[in-house]
């Protein structure tokens, strides 16, 4: 079965510090890859997808298949980043798994 | 559009009592899916449907049957709810095999 793993539950920095949520997925084909943000109080929501290769909020993710990886960076973290951020990997059709999530907080 | 809309948000069951989780979307998506979400864990799918009047299982769909008779409405049905079915549900729809759109949950106590 396929697997999405983010093996930090929780991750704290300070404000304009650098910030990088691991993720690593299991499929050794050409993987389809996303990142999903919830922050308080709102709903789960796309953040990225990797074949778009673009820059949300500051955020980007590159895929590296060699480590099978697609971590999130923001070179200047921000307050407004606190939230849980889910990396998820489309399966089979339009299915998608998720890892467990991590949560960020960005700390004054 | 109100987007994907559930109800109710929250509820407490007792066990072996059942229940419906409703779930709507006014996008016109083809695809909708149910997600439950333990504490400290991911997303787990339950059932999904690629379209009206089809509906497949996901990775934990013990517990739980849908039907999808509309285009708009996709139920989510507990029978005989057990402790272990605590859990935040999602429901969530797509109008393709890219993003999908989340609805704000339910949050169901069995006790």
């Known amino acids: 079965a396929q697997r999405v793993t983010q093996p930090e539950k929780l991750l704290s920095v300070f404000k304009g510090a650098p910030v990088e949520l691991k993720c690593n997925y299991s499929?050794?084909?050409?993987?389809?890859l996303f990142w999903y943000v919830q922050y308080s109080r709102q709903r789960l929501q796309l953040l990225l997808r990797h074949i778009s290769r673009e820059s949300i909020k500051g955020f980007t993710a590159d895929l590296n298949k060699g480590e099978t990886s697609f971590h999130l960076k923001k070179p200047f973290a921000q307050e407004e980043d606190s939230a849980m951020y889910y990396c998820a990997q489309r399966t089979s059709g339009s299915r998608l798994t998720f890892g467990e999530g991590t949560q960020l907080t960005v700390n004054p | 559009n109100a987007g994907v809309t559930q109800t109710p948000k929250f509820r407490i069951l007792k066990i072996g009592q059942s229940m419906t989780l409703q779930c709507a979307q006014d996008?016109?998506?083809?695809?909708m899916y149910w997600y439950r979400q333990d504490p400290g864990m991911g997303l787990k799918l339950i059932y999904y449907?690629?379209?009206?009047?089809?509906?497949d299982k996901g990775e934990v769909p013990n517990g739980y049957n849908v039907s999808r008779s509309t285009t708009e409405d996709f139920p989510l049905r507990l029978e005989l709810a057990a402790p272990s079915q605590t859990s935040v549900y999602f429901c969530a729809s797509s109008p393709s095999h890219n993003e999908q759109f989340f609805g704000p949950g339910t949050r169901l106590t069995v006790l």
């Open positions: 996008m016109n998506h083809n695809y």
């Open positions: 449907s690629v379209g009206a009047g089809i509906t």
């Open positions: 499929y050794s084909g050409s993987p389809e």
